[in-house]
């Protein structure tokens, strides 16, 4: 890490080394996702990208491109498609969660509604579509549509396993999976694929983006119990909102019929009272939970460092080490 | 046009002739709908799909392939992709038209819920990806990239454009061909090409697709206020939804202010009372709208017949020239 990048967190210092190109992927990104006919498509894409967010999907095809070699201008393509994807996924997120705010704004389906969500969505899609096309690579088409899958099956599943206490770790992880890990990986993925890098490489840039991405769902999944307001998280808004994140679900599978009890009284039936809160992070404190979460947080970032020991030796593999790192650091 | 099939509706006659091959295709649907972890998705899925519909759209794929002399299985895939498409889009519709029925049977938004209606769309659309990239050719994932951004961008345009006086036949027709045309186009092409066919061919089998899809269109739209009960439709259903169909703007292109007012009142502002659809039937009837929409219907069946001309001769091209003749016949 050199001095100018230490001051900075890890993807500003990306974002920074990288400028040119993210400009490049913005541009392509307000040029795709106009549309002659209906201009309510480029209004509600707009409220969502204008409002920013970290862009840490396209940033990491533009890192892995540049680590690894790659001179042509396919990664643009590439780095636009996945933040079309990840938009897609928000908007109807928004409309499935009932959301109404998202990055510090409204939703869009609040201020505009939910049909409008759902079909600028399924719009985004196809454009992300289109522009993997364009790029004329079976093999990136190949993973993005197994991504594609396996996003869409984790956000079923997290559905249908919402208030459900039989949810194992295992399930857990594959909702996870589809809400972050499958589209950092193959944001990853397809960077080195274009760099023409061999399988070994590619398998690695896969593992490094997974385990970055289940390792920033834990965290996330941690602080809600484990955080300080500071954060701006408030403490206890997936108990409230009964969401069977990892910490409930180790606390769960280690509780006595009383304490499942309680589990199925609060979360389950979503009846809830003065004091539950605080009994559910003693529960949590009791089993060991929550230091649980957050070793497997650790652990699962050391993953994505370790498979960045086979990658090749480059400024931008110390700063996606550097990212694994960061990622974690938020619960220290 | 032998004698047995004679008897028979023309896509009947096409689903008889292509058995084997639907049933791969239905055997195919029912296998890439199942979800190890989330069986909310092969349960929704099922239910539209065992609903049955016509099936014009994999049958139009099964249909060209063997015309045009294809020998491989990757017309059934392709046939799997489309229908897969084409529900993936219902489950979309029917949340965003809040819609009670399809198929004869409640919708699956009513018996589940928006939120599963959205996700499992969106995972079927995964799988459909999934099912054209594994046939491995670029040029019929362009063809079915168009097809989604065409179908998707004709949505948002149908919603925007609702009870938008200001529509034009242009408008219109890109609506239609979103609903419908994209993906009848797109269901005769991938078979051309697949089958290896020469731009002109294939060109001749997009407009016999896209024609064909916008006769259907049409049609509909023309006995929502021209057909008889007996035909399962009943008369006036657009007008107290409001539906902006060819019809109607064509009436209001040609009205006086007086007109004007009138569908302002009764389409814009939705304020309808006794008496009224009689008054719009008038005004339909009065301007000739109702016989220019079913010449425009005749119109379009006719080009849709045109385009075979340059096709192989086969017993399926005078199937498929039935399925256009039967389209228009139901407003005879």
């Known amino acids: 890490m050199n001095k100018v990048e230490q001051t900075l967190k890890p993807h500003d210092a ?45 940033l990491l095809t533009l890192a892995v491109a540049r680590m690894c070699g790659y001179s042509g201008t396919d990664h643009i393509r590439l780095a636009a498609t996945v933040e079309f994807i990840h938009t897609a996924t928000l908007l109807h997120d928004d409309v499935v969660d009932e959301s109404g705010k998202r990055r510090g704004r409204p939703t869009a389906n609040l201020l505009w509604d939910n049909k409008s969500s759902i079909l600028v969505g399924d719009y985004l899609f196809s454009r992300a579509f289109q522009l993997m096309v364009e790029v004329g690579s079976l093999r990136i088409l190949d993973i993005l549509a197994n991504a594609s899958a396996t996003i869409a099956e984790g956000e079923v599943l997290q559905l249908t396993a919402a208030q459900d206490l ?3 770790e295992e399930i857990y992880l594959q909702i996870v999976r589809g809400k972050t890990a499958a589209l950092f990986s193959a944001a990853t993925e397809v960077g080195g694929v274009l760099a023409g890098l061999g399988d070994d490489a590619v398998r690695a ?49 280690r509780g006595d019929a009383q304490e499942r009890e309680f589990w199925a009284r609060t979360i389950g039936k979503g009846d809830q009272r003065d004091g539950d809160l605080k009994q559910a992070m003693d529960l949590l404190e009791r089993h060991r939970a929550l230091s649980d979460t957050r070793q497997e947080a650790l ?22 080490a550097d990212l694994a790192d960061y990622v974690v650091q938020r619960i220290n």
């Open 14 to 58: 990306l974002a920074r080394m990288l400028g040119d190109e993210m400009g490049a992927v913005t541009a392509l990104i307000a040029e795709r996702m106009a549309s002659r006919h209906a201009p309510r498509i480029p209004e509600i894409t707009a409220h969502l990208v204008d409002a920013g967010g970290k862009r840490i999907r396209p």
């Open 166 to 168: 039989s949810t194992t």
């Open 205 to 253: 840039l896969h593992t490094y983006g997974d385990a970055l991405g289940v390792s920033f769902q834990i965290v996330d999944d941690y602080l809600d119990y484990g955080g300080t307001e500071a954060l701006g998280k408030n403490t206890g808004d997936d108990f409230r909102e009964r969401k069977l994140t990892l910490p409930v679900i180790k606390a769960v599978a």
């Open 299 to 320: 652990d699962w970032a050391g993953k994505a460092k370790t498979a960045l020991e086979d990658l090749p030796d480059h400024p931008i593999r110390n700063m996606l």
